[in-house]
């Protein structure tokens, strides 16, 4: 089961204009040769895009149903999460050239590391659990009860606290990290997706039924507000300066900057039926994004406010990553 299969799209092109405004970020060159890896979960491939020139360099096997992948703690290998194939597949996240695969990882769809490097979490969406692995080895240590549809994860601060949507069964379930026990849950919007924390602790989750962004203070472990971003909110990624976040929008193929501090919409993108995930240019002036729907990735330019560019990939393209990209937890 994915979401791929769960939602389609028939709406015609349009762009939202907006006034480009100013935004603040660290600056940071691309590396030289750096590659775009993304991953083509209907075909079971990665493609290698030369992020300069834009330009497909290569598409090879992976596994079956590459969803989502990850950096190492270190940044030193990028992790694939074969789902259907039960293992992973470690790349240099410059090249994309395989390094290594790890198998017996059961149905791993999304991933995490905490940030004491303690822990790596693996999401079976499939089999409605959540597995936890110790560092820097892997080894499986728990195996907890997630029902139903797990779908992404992020932490608190202090890794203490995983964070976990649920899709099918509308919640949020709370995993103590010293225990590996379930701590709470809680019912939110129907088919939460993708979510982000703030520095602040809120929880920013896409509600994909619907058309808005839910707030979650989870130390009150209530909805603090609704924002309105786009049908089909699905996932939520840190601009990098500090003040916004992207939110892509599946049905209305949109991505919808929130200034997340005053909880208010700044603009959105129309960019394509099926938008999904999104890497962020390290400067902040580039969004590509893997548009699932039309089997291509867009090239973003966020000081025009529109896409500039689109790339075939393979079929329902999903994971996006880049090395120089602009930090998360901001």
Same mark, same amino acid.
């Given at each position: 089961?994915?979401?791929?299969?769960?939602?389609?799209?028939?709406?015609?092109?349009?762009?939202?204009?907006?006034?480009?405004?100013?935004?603040?970020? +660290?600056?940071?060159?691309?590396?030289?040769?750096?590659?775009?890896?993304?991953?083509?979960?209907?075909?079971?491939?990665?493609?290698?895009?030369?992020?300069?020139?834009?330009?497909?360099?290569?598409?090879?096997?992976?596994?079956?149903?590459? !969803?989502?992948?990850?950096?190492?703690? *270190?940044? $030193?290998?990028?992790?694939?999460?074969? #789902?259907?194939?039960? /293992?992973?597949?470690?790349?240099?996240?410059?090249?994309?050239?395989?390094?290594?695969?790890?198998?017996?990882?059961?149905?791993?769809?999304?991933?995490?590391?905490?940030? /004491?490097?303690?822990? %790596?979490?693996?999401?079976?969406?499939?089999?409605?659990?959540?597995?936890?692995?110790?560092?820097?080895?892997? =080894?499986?240590? #728990?195996?907890?009860?997630?029902?139903?549809?797990?779908?992404?994860?992020? %932490?608190?601060?202090?890794?203490?606290?995983?964070?976990?949507?649920?899709?099918?069964?509308?919640?949020?379930?709370?995993? /103590?990290?010293?225990?590996?026990?379930?701590?709470?849950?809680?019912?939110?919007?129907?088919?939460? #997706? +993708?979510?982000?924390?703030?520095?602040?602790?809120?929880?920013?989750?896409?509600?994909?039924?619907?058309?808005?962004?839910?707030?979650? /203070?989870?130390?009150?472990?209530?909805?603090?507000?609704?924002?309105?971003?786009?049908?089909?909110?699905?996932?939520?990624? #840190?601009? +990098?300066?500090?003040? !916004?976040?992207?939110?892509?929008?599946?049905? =209305?193929?949109?991505?919808?900057?929130?200034?997340? @501090?005053?909880?208010?919409?700044?603009?959105?993108?129309?960019?394509?039926?099926?938008?999904? *995930?999104? =890497?962020? $240019?390290?400067?902040?002036?580039?969004?590509?994004?893997?548009?699932?729907?039309?089997?291509?990735?867009?090239?973003?330019?966020?000081? +025009?406010?529109?896409?500039?560019?689109?790339?075939?990939?393979?079929?329902?393209? !999903?994971?996006?990553? %880049? @090395?120089?990209?602009?930090?998360?937890?901001?």
């Amino acid at each position: 089961m994915t979401l791929f299969h769960r939602i389609s799209s028939t709406f015609s092109y349009f762009l939202t204009a907006a006034v480009p405004i100013a935004l603040s970020f +660290g600056a940071q060159a691309m590396q030289p040769g750096e590659q775009v890896i993304v991953l083509n979960s209907g075909d079971g491939t990665v493609t290698v895009i030369d992020r300069a020139s834009r330009k497909v360099m290569r598409t090879f096997p992976v596994g079956k149903e590459p !969803h989502h992948l990850i950096p190492t703690l *270190d940044e $030193s290998e990028l992790v694939v999460a074969n #789902a259907t194939s039960n /293992d992973l597949v470690f790349l240099d996240p410059i090249t994309g050239d395989v390094k290594k695969r790890m198998p017996r990882i059961s149905d791993p769809y999304q991933l995490a590391y905490t940030t /004491d490097k303690k822990w %790596f979490v693996s999401i079976s969406l499939r089999l409605d659990r959540v597995d936890i692995y110790s560092m820097p080895n892997y =080894e499986l240590k #728990a195996r907890i009860p997630a029902a139903k549809t797990p779908s992404h994860v992020v %932490f608190s601060a202090d890794s203490r606290t995983a964070y976990v949507t649920l899709q099918d069964s509308h919640e949020l379930m709370a995993i /103590d990290m010293l225990t590996h026990k379930e701590a709470w849950r809680m019912k939110i919007g129907k088919l939460p #997706a +993708g979510l982000w924390i703030s520095p602040q602790g809120l929880i920013f989750v896409g509600i994909m039924s619907s058309e808005f962004v839910q707030v979650i /203070d989870p130390a009150k472990r209530q909805v603090v507000n609704e924002i309105k971003t786009g049908r089909g909110a699905h996932n939520v990624f #840190a601009l +990098g300066d500090g003040t !916004h976040i992207l939110v892509s929008n599946r049905v =209305e193929g949109t991505i919808t900057q929130v200034n997340y @501090k005053t909880m208010a919409v700044v603009r959105s993108i129309k960019v394509g039926n099926g938008i999904d *995930d999104l =890497e962020v $240019s390290a400067d902040g002036k580039e969004v590509w994004g893997t548009v699932r729907f039309e089997s291509r990735v867009a090239v973003i330019d966020m000081t +025009g406010a529109k896409p500039i560019h689109y790339i075939p990939v393979g079929r329902s393209p !999903h994971g996006i990553y %880049f @090395k120089t990209r602009a930090r998360r937890d901001q």
